[in-house]
């Protein structure tokens, strides 16, 4: 029988299934997104996360002032001097976000064939038959028959924590519902979720704005998660307004794909993005259940084959309170792994879960297993007939790297970058061997004062499959005029060694442009 998809192409004995992982410096080639709050806040634990296998800190601002976060941050910053692990920055915004408001912060408790009213004065106090909301709009958004869903932060979908209700009746601003399922809502806020149906407020709100003003400039994110993107606008938008905040117009920016509308637009949307993270929480109430896999997998092979990360959430909500997954949700994290996903992102079972290093410990674990047998070969033919022919330059230069780094069997890819780039071309092929980017800085002027360039490319990497950076001196040369340009790679071999991927009569790949030129090295390594 053949097939596009993964295929084991050699048989795997139940032997090696029981020998136990070997501990290795790269945890996974596939990345890990830990989001920071109140459970992974020290300096200690965060240290930890990154020994674990975290590179990249998200900071979630639907929930939170920037005090908090900014203190998590600095915590953070001391924990990578600590562990001496590169980690990047992202800022997730809060969005277009509904909220019940729960001022009492007492919980409440909904019953099965109730009525409930949803309403917009705030200064109502929240009860099982009245829950206030900070969106004037909604009886204008919605009609007879749509379905809401209210939880924590959507936390699982789960029948105790979280409710579904069903519009039975819209007077004036009020939206009467019925309760389909009982429930305890606990906490000062819950996510409110109007299933396919568009919200009439910005992509990218007031607050956000306001929060991207000072905080994010202030500290230099390195990624904008961008919430509930709807289509290509949102994204350009986004980006004219970063465009004007001094550093930020180095900051990538990442479309959250949560709904129907955003689906609808994805390949505009994914032209635009610098990545696209699957938010499988919101997809999953606008989606039936079983659609969800299919538009995972579709969209993970668009962000594969124009070469952009793709990063997948909500894959072991359970750890949130256990130390381990079920069996079903580490089936999950590999499925995605196998699927072509850069990065898994972790939410609650970081921010506030029992087990956050443990949890990200245990992802990663499942992504190496996963990557062992990853069909790799397939993958390099489906990339290479999609881009078709003619092929850039670059592209055509990096797709030949990574198919000698295969064919001499090559323990690293090293290669050379100002822009970063190359290597992300590079991971686009999905190389089974790390990539060493050695990000090279430039020096850039204002005429004011003097900056280099290059902190932001390679932290940026810390989300791409594969990519691991690793910052240059800036007297050394991104474009050197001869092929031997001896002392980099040194540094960059050296790296290596005592990361434990490079030993004694390997072959290391490198590539490298010289000149005008772009070259692919092949190298034997003697003791």
Partial sequence: MHSTNLLLEEPIRM???????????????????????????SVEIISSCLESGMSVARFDFSWGDAEFHQETLENLRTAVKKSKKLCAVMLDTGGPELQVVNKSEHPISLQVDSLVVLTPDQDKEATPNLLPINFSGLSKSVKKGDTIFIGQYLFTGSETTSVWLEVTEVKGEDVVCLIKNSATLAGPLYTLHVSQIRIEL?????????????????????????????????????????????????????????????????????????????????????????????????AVHRCNMAGKPAVVTRVVDSMTDNLRPT???????????????????????????????ETISTVGKICAEAEKVYNQDVYFKR?????????????????????????????????????????????????????????????????????????????????????????????????????????????????????????????VVVFQKVGDSSVVKIIELEN
Avoid at 17 to 40: Q, R
Avoid at 280 to 295: A, C, H, M, S
Avoid at 335 to 354: H, P, Y
Wanted: aromatic share 6%.
């Fill in 15 to 41: 032997a090696s299934i029981l020998e136990p992982s070997k501990p290795t410096f790269f945890p996974a080639m596939t990345k890990i997104v830990g989001t920071l709050g109140p459970k992974s806040r």
């Fill in 383 to 507: 990339a290479v007939k999609c881009v078709g022919e003619p092929m850039t330059h670059l592209e055509s230069i990096a797709s030949s790297a990574v198919r000698a780094a295969i064919k001499v069997k090559a323990s690293v890819i090293i290669c050379f970058t100002s822009s970063g780039r190359a290597a992300r071309l590079l991971a686009k092929y999905r190389p089974p061997m790390p990539v060493l980017s050695v990000v090279i800085p430039l020096l850039q002027t204002n005429q004011l004062r003097w900056t280099f360039s290059g902190a932001f490319q390679a932290r940026q990497s810390l989300i791409v499959r594969g990519i691991f950076p690793i910052l240059a001196d800036p007297r050394h040369p991104a474009e050197s005029t001869n092929a031997t340009d001896e002392s980099i790679l040194k540094v960059a071999l050296d790296h290596g060694k005592t990361a434990g991927v490079i030993k004694p009569h390997d072959r």
């Fill in 327 to 357: 069996r079903a949700e580490a089936t999950d994290v590999a499925n995605a792994v196998l699927d072509g996903s850069d990065a898994i992102l972790l939410g609650a079972e970081t921010l506030r879960g029992l087990y956050p290093v």
């Fill in 202 to 298: 910005p992509t990218l709100t007031d607050k956000d704005k306001k929060v991207i003003s000072s905080w994010a400039v202030r500290n230099k994110i390195d990624i904008l998660s961008l919430s509930y993107t709807r289509n290509a606008e949102d994204v350009r938008h986004a980006r004219e307004f970063l465009s004007k905040l001094g550093d930020l117009n180095q900051t990538q920016i990442f479309a959250k794909i949560e709904n129907v509308e955003g689906m609808g637009n994805f390949d505009e949307i994914l032209g635009e993005a610098d990545g696209i993270i699957l938010s499988r929480g919101n997809l999953g109430i606008d989606l039936p259940p079983e659609k969800v896999f299919l538009f995972q997998k579709a």
